[in-house]
Protein backbone atom coordinates (compact mmCIF):
# COMPACT_ATOMS: atom_id res chain seq x y z
CA UNK A 1 0.00 0.00 0.00
CA UNK A 2 1.16 4.01 -0.53
CA UNK A 3 -0.21 6.59 0.76
CA UNK A 4 -0.59 10.29 -0.74
CA UNK A 5 -0.34 13.07 1.14
CA UNK A 6 -2.42 16.17 -0.07
CA UNK A 7 -0.83 19.47 0.49
CA UNK A 8 -2.21 23.22 0.97
CA UNK A 9 -5.82 21.95 0.80
CA UNK A 10 -7.45 24.35 3.15
CA UNK A 11 -6.17 28.27 2.53
CA UNK A 12 -5.74 28.94 5.98
CA UNK A 13 -3.02 26.74 6.98
CA UNK A 14 -1.37 27.38 3.39
CA UNK A 15 -1.34 31.58 4.46
CA UNK A 16 0.08 30.05 7.72
CA UNK A 17 3.10 29.02 6.30
CA UNK A 18 3.03 31.88 3.54
CA UNK A 19 2.61 29.55 1.03
CA UNK A 20 0.37 30.26 -2.11
CA UNK A 21 -3.45 29.15 -2.84
CA UNK A 22 -2.87 26.33 -5.23
CA UNK A 23 -4.75 26.24 -8.51
CA UNK A 24 -4.11 22.21 -8.59
CA UNK A 25 -4.18 19.82 -5.94
CA UNK A 26 0.16 19.28 -4.71
CA UNK A 27 1.07 15.81 -3.89
CA UNK A 28 3.79 13.66 -1.95
CA UNK A 29 3.93 10.45 -0.68
CA UNK A 30 4.52 8.60 2.32
CA UNK A 31 5.86 4.69 1.86
CA UNK A 32 4.38 2.31 3.83
CA UNK A 33 6.89 2.31 7.04
CA UNK A 34 5.46 5.70 7.79
CA UNK A 35 2.78 3.77 9.47
CA UNK A 36 3.21 3.86 13.24
CA UNK A 37 1.55 -0.24 14.64
CA UNK A 38 -1.58 0.70 16.88
CA UNK A 39 -1.17 1.54 20.73
CA UNK A 40 2.60 2.27 20.32
CA UNK A 41 3.71 6.13 21.74
CA UNK A 42 5.35 8.12 18.68
CA UNK A 43 9.50 8.99 19.36
CA UNK A 44 10.64 12.49 18.24
CA UNK A 45 13.63 11.80 15.70
CA UNK A 46 16.42 13.18 16.67
CA UNK A 47 17.15 14.58 13.37
CA UNK A 48 14.68 17.81 13.62
CA UNK A 49 14.59 20.31 16.50
CA UNK A 50 10.86 21.15 15.19
CA UNK A 51 8.27 18.17 14.49
CA UNK A 52 4.90 19.35 13.98
CA UNK A 53 1.46 17.83 14.22
CA UNK A 54 -0.38 18.13 10.95
CA UNK A 55 -4.39 16.36 11.68
CA UNK A 56 -5.63 15.40 8.46
CA UNK A 57 -9.18 13.39 7.47
CA UNK A 58 -8.37 10.11 5.75
CA UNK A 59 -9.55 8.66 3.08
CA UNK A 60 -9.03 4.37 2.68
CA UNK A 61 -9.03 3.22 -1.40
CA UNK A 62 -11.56 0.40 -1.69
CA UNK A 63 -11.66 -0.35 -5.27
CA UNK A 64 -8.26 -0.24 -8.13
CA UNK A 65 -8.56 2.52 -10.17
CA UNK A 66 -6.90 4.59 -12.71
CA UNK A 67 -7.91 7.41 -14.45
CA UNK A 68 -10.83 7.95 -12.54
CA UNK A 69 -13.72 10.44 -13.18
CA UNK A 70 -15.20 13.02 -10.86
CA UNK A 71 -18.24 11.59 -11.11
CA UNK A 72 -17.56 8.25 -9.91
CA UNK A 73 -14.64 8.70 -7.15
CA UNK A 74 -16.95 8.48 -4.48
CA UNK A 75 -17.38 4.78 -5.53
CA UNK A 76 -13.55 4.23 -4.61
CA UNK A 77 -13.51 5.12 -0.96
CA UNK A 78 -15.86 3.33 1.93
CA UNK A 79 -14.56 4.63 4.96
CA UNK A 80 -12.69 7.75 6.61
CA UNK A 81 -10.51 8.12 9.16
CA UNK A 82 -8.05 10.80 10.86
CA UNK A 83 -3.93 10.54 10.90
CA UNK A 84 -1.42 12.97 11.86
CA UNK A 85 1.04 13.90 9.02
CA UNK A 86 3.89 14.96 10.85
CA UNK A 87 6.27 16.91 9.03
CA UNK A 88 9.91 18.23 10.33
CA UNK A 89 9.13 21.77 9.79
CA UNK A 90 12.77 22.73 9.83
CA UNK A 91 14.25 20.00 7.52
CA UNK A 92 11.37 21.05 5.22
CA UNK A 93 12.23 24.50 5.33
CA UNK A 94 15.52 23.68 4.28
CA UNK A 95 14.54 21.17 1.31
CA UNK A 96 12.10 23.76 0.82
CA UNK A 97 14.52 26.73 0.50
CA UNK A 98 16.73 24.38 -2.07
CA UNK A 99 13.64 23.54 -4.17
CA UNK A 100 14.33 19.78 -3.32
CA UNK A 101 11.78 17.13 -2.16
CA UNK A 102 10.47 17.04 0.72
CA UNK A 103 10.74 13.44 1.67
CA UNK A 104 13.13 13.91 3.92
CA UNK A 105 10.83 16.22 6.20
CA UNK A 106 7.29 14.30 5.56
CA UNK A 107 8.13 10.20 4.74
CA UNK A 108 10.34 8.99 7.77
CA UNK A 109 9.01 6.06 9.74
CA UNK A 110 6.21 5.96 11.23
CA UNK A 111 5.57 9.76 10.62
CA UNK A 112 1.80 8.78 9.64
CA UNK A 113 -0.01 7.51 12.56
CA UNK A 114 -3.51 7.09 11.92
CA UNK A 115 -5.84 6.41 14.34
CA UNK A 116 -7.69 3.39 16.03
CA UNK A 117 -10.18 2.93 13.79
CA UNK A 118 -12.20 4.32 10.58
CA UNK A 119 -15.83 5.69 10.12
CA UNK A 120 -18.17 4.35 7.18
CA UNK A 121 -19.08 7.00 4.99
CA UNK A 122 -22.99 6.43 5.50
CA UNK A 123 -22.61 8.21 8.93
CA UNK A 124 -20.93 11.28 7.83
CA UNK A 125 -21.78 13.97 5.46
CA UNK A 126 -18.56 13.99 3.86
CA UNK A 127 -18.39 17.81 3.00
CA UNK A 128 -19.28 18.76 6.38
CA UNK A 129 -16.77 16.60 8.88
CA UNK A 130 -15.73 18.78 11.40
CA UNK A 131 -12.50 17.34 12.87
CA UNK A 132 -10.19 18.78 15.55
CA UNK A 133 -7.16 18.08 17.09
CA UNK A 134 -6.37 17.83 21.31
CA UNK A 135 -2.74 18.55 22.56
CA UNK A 136 -2.54 18.05 26.52
CA UNK A 137 -6.57 18.59 26.24
CA UNK A 138 -6.25 22.16 25.18
CA UNK A 139 -7.47 22.19 21.62
CA UNK A 140 -4.63 22.70 19.21
CA UNK A 141 -6.50 22.14 15.22
CA UNK A 142 -9.77 22.56 14.26
CA UNK A 143 -10.96 22.20 10.52
CA UNK A 144 -14.42 20.75 8.14
CA UNK A 145 -14.28 19.46 4.84
CA UNK A 146 -16.11 21.90 3.83
CA UNK A 147 -13.31 24.18 3.64
CA UNK A 148 -11.41 21.70 1.29
CA UNK A 149 -10.01 23.45 -1.40
CA UNK A 150 -10.04 20.00 -3.23
CA UNK A 151 -12.88 17.60 -1.78
CA UNK A 152 -12.10 13.96 -1.97
CA UNK A 153 -13.34 13.30 -5.58
CA UNK A 154 -11.34 15.86 -6.76
CA UNK A 155 -8.31 14.48 -5.54
CA UNK A 156 -9.00 11.06 -6.16
CA UNK A 157 -9.46 12.00 -10.05
CA UNK A 158 -6.69 14.02 -9.71
CA UNK A 159 -4.17 11.71 -8.16
CA UNK A 160 -5.35 8.96 -10.56
CA UNK A 161 -4.32 10.74 -14.00
CA UNK A 162 -0.75 9.98 -12.58
CA UNK A 163 -1.04 7.14 -10.26
CA UNK A 164 -3.14 4.33 -10.39
CA UNK A 165 -4.98 3.70 -6.88
CA UNK A 166 -4.88 0.15 -4.96
CA UNK A 167 -7.22 -1.48 -2.51
CA UNK A 168 -5.78 -0.02 0.89
CA UNK A 169 -4.00 2.81 -0.27
CA UNK A 170 -4.59 5.89 2.58
CA UNK A 171 -5.43 9.65 1.02
CA UNK A 172 -4.08 12.27 3.93
CA UNK A 173 -6.17 15.36 2.23
CA UNK A 174 -4.64 18.01 4.08
CA UNK A 175 -4.41 20.07 7.50
CA UNK A 176 -6.21 22.75 8.51
CA UNK A 177 -4.76 25.77 10.33
CA UNK A 178 -3.01 25.43 13.90
CA UNK A 179 0.01 23.33 12.83
CA UNK A 180 2.66 23.61 15.35
CA UNK A 181 5.54 21.71 17.18
CA UNK A 182 5.41 18.92 19.52
CA UNK A 183 7.30 18.16 22.40
CA UNK A 184 8.06 14.58 25.13
CA UNK A 185 5.01 14.33 27.06
CA UNK A 186 2.80 15.28 24.80
CA UNK A 187 -0.79 13.85 24.40
CA UNK A 188 -2.65 14.41 20.73
CA UNK A 189 -6.07 13.39 20.80
CA UNK A 190 -7.79 13.55 17.29
CA UNK A 191 -11.67 13.61 16.87
CA UNK A 192 -14.48 13.43 14.21
CA UNK A 193 -17.13 15.34 15.50
CA UNK A 194 -17.05 14.29 19.00
CA UNK A 195 -16.33 11.09 18.36
CA UNK A 196 -12.55 10.17 19.52
CA UNK A 197 -10.55 8.31 16.84
CA UNK A 198 -7.03 8.96 17.71
CA UNK A 199 -4.60 9.07 20.73
CA UNK A 200 -0.89 9.31 20.66
CA UNK A 201 1.81 9.57 23.30
CA UNK A 202 5.03 11.89 22.53
CA UNK A 203 8.36 10.48 23.72
MG1 LIG B 1 -0.09 17.59 5.61
Known sequence: MKIICIGRNYADHAK???????TEPVFFFKPDTSILPKKQPFYIPSFTNDLHHELEVVIKICKLGKNISE???HTYYEEIGLG???TARDIQQQCKEKGLPWE???AFDYSA??????IHKSNLDLTNISFKLLKNNELAQEGNTKDLIFNF???ISYISQFVTLK???????????????VNIGDVLEGFIGEE???ELKIK
Open 113 to 118: PLGERF
Open 84 to 86: IDF
Open 196 to 198: KLL
Open 104 to 106: KAK
Open 167 to 181: IGDLIFTGTPAGVAK
Open 71 to 73: KYA
Open 16 to 22: ELNNPVP
Open 153 to 155: DKI
